[in-house]
């Protein structure tokens, strides 16, 4: 199969890259499950515009530079504020239902570490509102098609750009090659990296490691922003179920088991801190008390106002024998975002030619050290229409240059000689609870070095019966799990302060010298590329 443009996942960046490449070539969307299964789809707090009478985009810039701890980059971040309203205006114009006043005009919330109200919502579901209305959009767009059920291996590289990808049909086993002009990853995060995340099953973090085989450059990979508030379930291996950052944006109060309420001794915005220092200060208070969990209490709101408000919420939370109008949700933090992923440029371009990234698996320089709260489906939406916009007209440009301040190029990983079978999903599962253990909200350099030689003798180990094994889906992600957890691990022993999301206790300390990103890149050629018959 040839198309001029090749779309690796179906989520708001996959999809709005689609829409736009479509106007001047074929695009093939490629998803490893169904359509609508993605980040975008869960994502329930809303999407960040300078939209209401009293805010500008110079206020939301200037809040997203707060929130990313010195590390954001001011250009990128201009782009994303000065084209959210207009981007906006798009989906509404697709058909997009968003809550609205009264009056007609857009009901806007806000969260942590916003000044304004500003947040665009669907009631709690803003993330599959969105989704649904891009694949009806889409399902009317001539020259799309989609692919489900595709786990995509490997990027193809031919003399240092991208030309394709190789392909595992799901469903029957059979490998081939399709062919592009032009890639795009919008694969989406890694939160599967964690033992307890809010992502879905699918985040295995699989167009971050493509991307690493394929000799992108990989930045920021050790700021991974833990929600503060997903429900508690009492089995480790359950899925977390996130508790939007709206709650407490609408008074959620949060409180230990005992009823004291903690927030106010860790910031002055209580609640309304952003997220790296509301779970901080969860973590702490968990490990002060014993408690495997706190509470998130807005039984003081009105019970109409929450089910109209928070219906999915409501309804999750009923669903567990929780009744959010009467009584406190027990809530612990988990793996939500990693802001870090594949270096991009301004126009979504990576340092391999021909090869873009947009949404949660690119590292753009808007979110620095700490994404703000509801960007992120705003940066999908701008950065992927300028993407397309790119590929459309000026493809074979020279690849970007990342910026010069550099903390090293990282060897390549040797295959191990071992022939002793591997035990997929036990190795899975270790690299999760491995991950969490050490690797998580709070960090200390001892134990990331040990986490990171587990970490590279299992790649190691996988690699080498990668080569030699039929592929699978579980073999596949487990080795994109296992490389992106080596990943974030290299960056996390690489900054040696703490910084937005990265705290480690050896370097309690920012500082300012060290105000640049984390960028890793592969001085050899990839390993272990498998190239289907």
Avoid at 296 to 308: G, V
Wanted: proline share 6%.
């Amino acid at each position: 199969m040839q198309y001029d443009f090749l779309v690796l996942g179906s989520g708001i960046a996959g999809l709005t890259f689609a829409l736009n490449a479509a106007r001047t070539g074929s695009v093939a969307v490629i998803t490893k499950k169904q359509r609508s299964e993605s980040n975008t789809n869960y994502a329930q707090g809303g999407i960040a515009a300078a939209m209401g009478p009293d805010d500008t985009w110079e206020l939301h810039l200037q809040d997203t530079l707060t929130a990313g701890a010195g590390l954001c980059d001011p250009e990128a971040v201009r782009v994303l504020v000065q084209n959210g309203p207009r981007v906006v205006e798009w989906l509404i114009a697709l058909g997009a239902q968003f809550d609205r006043n009264p009056d007609g005009s857009l009901a806007l919330g806000r969260e942590g570490g916003h000044s304004r109200n500003r947040i665009v919502h669907a009631a709690d579901h803003t993330g599959y509102e969105i989704e649904r209305t891009l694949l009806r959009a889409v399902r009317h767009t001539p020259h799309i098609t989609l692919l489900e059920h595709y786990f995509v291996l490997d990027l193809m590289t031919e003399e240092g750009e991208c030309v394709g990808v190789h392909v595992l049909d799901t469903l029957t086993g059979d490998l081939f090659d399709i062919q592009a002009e032009a890639v795009l990853l919008a694969t989406g995060g890694c939160g599967q990296v964690y033992l307890h995340t809010s992502n879905p099953l699918i985040a295995t973090g699989d167009g971050i490691a493509m991307g690493w085989r394929a000799g992108a450059t990989i930045a920021n990979m050790e700021f991974i922003q833990f929600h503060p508030t997903t429900l508690y379930v009492p089995t480790p291996e359950a899925q977390a179920f996130l508790i939007s950052e709206a709650v407490r944006g609408e008074g959620g109060i949060l409180k230990r088991r005992d009823g004291y309420r903690f927030m106010p001794d860790y910031d002055p915005r209580a609640e309304l801190a952003p997220r790296d220092i509301v779970a901080r200060a969860i973590d702490a208070e968990l490990k002060k008390t014993g408690d495997p969990f706190v509470y998130l209490d807005i039984t003081h709101l009105s019970p109409d106002f929450i089910k109209q408000r928070f219906p999915t919420i409501y309804e999750r939370c009923l669903a567990h024998g929780i009744d959010i109008t009467r009584e406190p949700i027990p809530v612990v933090p988990a793996a939500h975002y990693v802001c870090g992923g594949v270096w991009t440029d301004l126009w979504g371009r990576t340092t391999v030619k021909r090869l873009y990234a947009c949404g949660e698996v690119a590292c753009t320089g808007v979110h620095g050290a700490n994404r703000l709260a509801s960007n992120s489906l705003l940066e999908a939406l701008v950065f992927a229409e300028r993407a397309a916009q790119h590929a459309s007209t000026r493809l074979y440009e020279p690849p970007p240059t990342p910026p010069a301040l550099s903390s090293g190029i990282s060897a390549p990983l040797d295959p191990s000689n071992s022939s002793e079978p591997l035990d997929w999903a036990a190795t899975r599962l270790h690299i999760r609870q491995l991950m969490q253990a050490k690797v998580g909200i709070v960090r200390q350099m001892e134990r990331l070095k040990q986490a990171q030689a587990v970490l590279s003798d299992y790649l190691a180990q996988i690699e080498a019966r990668y080569r030699v094994q039929t592929p699978t889906v579980v073999v596949c992600e487990t080795r994109n799990i296992a490389t992106c957890a080596w990943l974030i691990t290299e960056c996390a022993l690489r900054r040696r302060e703490s910084r937005g999301l990265h705290y480690v206790l050896d370097y309690p300390e920012t500082r300012p010298e060290l105000a640049y990103p984390t960028l890793l890149c592969r001085s050899h050629s990839p390993v272990a590329i498998r190239h289907s018959p």
